[in-house]
T-cell receptor, first 115, second 114 residues
Framework: AQKVTQAQTEISVVEKEDVTLDCVYE???????LFWYKQPPSGELVFLIR??????QNEISGRYSWNFQKSTSSFNFTITASQVVDSAVYFC????????????FGSGTRLQVQP | DAGVIQSPRHEVTEMGQEVTLRCKPI?????LFWYRQTMMRGLELLIY????????DSGMPEDRFSAKMPNASFSTLKIQPSEPRDSAVYFC????????????FGQGTRLTVV
C-alpha cells in the first residue's frame, strides 16, 4: 500500500532563513508520481510541483527547490530566504501508475515564518 | 475556466439532518475526487470518479455517506443523517485523464454538525 510520511508536524523559522520540509514515501509501483501542495491560512490547496519516478533531477523555481532521491524514498522541499507569505501547511502526496490514481497525502507540515 | 467550484462554502446543520455538498469540476477533466480534511485524520480520500463512474469508494466512512456524479459537470456528496463527527472540511478536486497529472482543488466546504 502507498504511504506518505511527513515527520515534521510544525516548523517555525525567522524570515530569510532557509527551511527544508521532509517527505518520505512508500510504494510498490515502479512508476509513481510525487507532488507538493500548499495550504495557506485561507484554506485552499494549491499545487506546487509534480515529479515522476523516472526523473530524479532536482528542480528549482525561484526560492523553491525540490530534492528527489529514490535511494532514500524521499522528496524534500526547500524554501530559500523564507518570507512571511510562505507561512502555510505544506503537503506531500503520491499517486501510482498501476495502483490508485487518487493522491495519497502526508499529514502535512505547518510552516510558520516569523517576521 | 473558473476552477473547481464547490457549494456551499460553509454549512451548519443539526445532528440528524441531511446535508448535500455540491461540486462542479473543471471542464474537460475526467476524474473527480472527494476528500475530507480533519485535524485528527488529515486529508483522506472518500471516493473518486472516472468519466462519471465511481472507481473507488473504499474511503466512504459508512452508509450514511453517498456520492453521485450524474454528468461530467456536477457531483454531490450527501450525508444522511449527519452526526457531529462528520464536521470537517470537504474538498472536491478534478484532474485530466493522464497518469500522474495533478489534481486541482476547490475551495472546500466547511461543515459543522451541531
Amino acid at each position: 500500500a502507498q504511504k506518505v510520511t511527513q515527520a515534521q508536524t510544525e516548523i517555525s523559522v525567522v524570515e530569510k532563513e532557509d527551511v527544508t520540509l521532509d517527505c518520505v514515501y512508500e510504494t510498490r509501483d515502479t512508476t509513481y508520481y510525487l507532488f507538493w501542495y500548499k495550504q495557506p491560512p485561507s484554506g485552499e490547496l494549491v499545487f506546487l510541483i509534480r515529479r515522476n519516478s523516472f526523473d530524479e533531477q532536482n528542480e528549482i523555481s525561484g526560492r523553491y527547490s525540490w530534492n528527489f532521491q529514490k535511494s532514500t524514498s524521499s522528496f524534500n522541499f526547500t524554501i530559500t530566504a523564507s518570507q512571511v507569505v510562505d507561512s502555510a501547511v505544506y503537503f506531500c502526496a503520491l499517486s501510482e501508475e498501476a495502483g490508485r490514481r487518487a493522491l495519497t497525502f502526508g499529514s502535512g507540515t505547518r510552516l510558520q515564518v516569523q517576521p | 475556466d473558473a476552477g473547481v467550484i464547490q457549494s456551499p462554502r460553509h454549512e451548519v446543520t443539526e445532528m440528524g439532518q441531511e446535508v448535500t455538498l455540491r461540486c462542479k469540476p473543471i471542464s474537460g477533466h475526467d476524474y473527480l475526487f472527494w476528500y475530507r480534511q480533519t485535524m485528527m485524520r488529515g486529508l483522506e480520500l472518500l471516493i473518486y470518479f472516472n468519466n462519471n463512474v465511481p472507481i473507488d469508494d473504499s474511503g466512504m466512512p459508512e452508509d450514511r455517506f453517498s456520492a453521485k456524479m450524474p454528468n461530467a459537470s456536477f457531483s454531490t456528496l450527501k450525508i444522511q443523517p449527519s452526526e457531529p463527527r462528520d464536521s470537517a472540511v470537504y474538498f472536491c478536486a478534478s484532474s485530466w485523464d493522464r497518469v500522474g497529472t495533478e489534481a486541482f482543488f476547490g475551495q472546500g466546504t466547511r461543515l459543522t454538525v451541531v
